[in-house]
């Protein structure tokens, strides 16, 4: 079984801060992707990280996947109260995604 | 963008009965299809993988005789909670993808039994 294992479980912050999300296995994926949920919804995909070492950006979102393909972080920067959510990693390898546990971000305006 | 359907959006049953699910790929051909579980303020939990054609591959302490899942065809795969109780209440959410392309998930089912 492969697990995700996110931190932290909860993150609530001011607007303006910045803060990194991180997501870890002993597990080597072939691919990792982050989404983002709101409640009621099914996840939208932010981005997908196939090499290791690679970080990608999007606006004010970086994302990192490790050398050996076993964990990602996410980094947002100057928060605003429209990036709160469910910031879920999910990680591809024998033919399926796994999940992460998942971070709950609060943005407080 | 790919488009994946789930319907129905919420559905409330009474203990002991079944109910279906179904999640349609719209515009692309999924030879795969994942069902997904989630209690409130969780994760998504891997229920099963469906394959086109073949028998679904649940995830460990998933009763398959339970949640049946069937993929007859290449856009249409359908979840069955069967003789369903509280405990079954959650967020069912599906996902497809043609080979190993960009996943596409539906919008959810939020299944609530009384």
């Known amino acids: 079984t492969q697990l995700l294992e996110q931190s932290p479980q909860f993150l609530s912050i001011q607007e303006g801060e910045n803060l990194t999300v991180y997501c870890n296995s002993s597990s080597v994926f072939s691919s990792l992707q982050w989404y983002r949920q709101e409640p009621g919804e099914g996840p939208v995909l932010l981005v997908t990280v196939v090499t290791g070492g690679e970080v990608k950006k999007l606006k004010r979102l970086t994302f990192q996947f490790g050398d050996a393909r076993k964990d990602s972080s996410l980094h947002i920067t100057a928060a605003q109260p429209g990036d709160t959510g469910l910031y879920l990693c999910a990680g591809e390898g024998y033919q399926k995604v796994t999940f992460g546990t998942g971070t709950k971000l609060q943005v407080i305006p | 963008g790919a488009v994946v359907s789930q319907h129905p959006s919420w559905v409330i049953c009474k203990s002991g009965t079944s109910v279906k699910i179904e999640c349609r790929s719209l515009d692309f051909q999924a030879t795969t299809m994942f069902w997904y579980r989630q209690f409130p303020k969780q994760s998504l939990m891997l229920m099963a993988t469906s394959n086109e054609g073949s028998k679904a591959t649940y995830e460990q302490g998933v009763e398959k005789d339970k949640f049946l899942i069937n993929h007859a065809s290449l856009t249409l795969s359908t979840l069955t909670v069967t003789s369903a109780h509280p405990e079954d209440s959650s967020f069912y959410i599906c996902?497809?993808?043609?080979?190993?392309?960009?996943?596409?998930f539906g919008s959810g089912t939020q299944l609530s039994v009384l």
């Open positions: 996902s497809a993808r043609r080979g190993s392309e960009k996943l596409f």
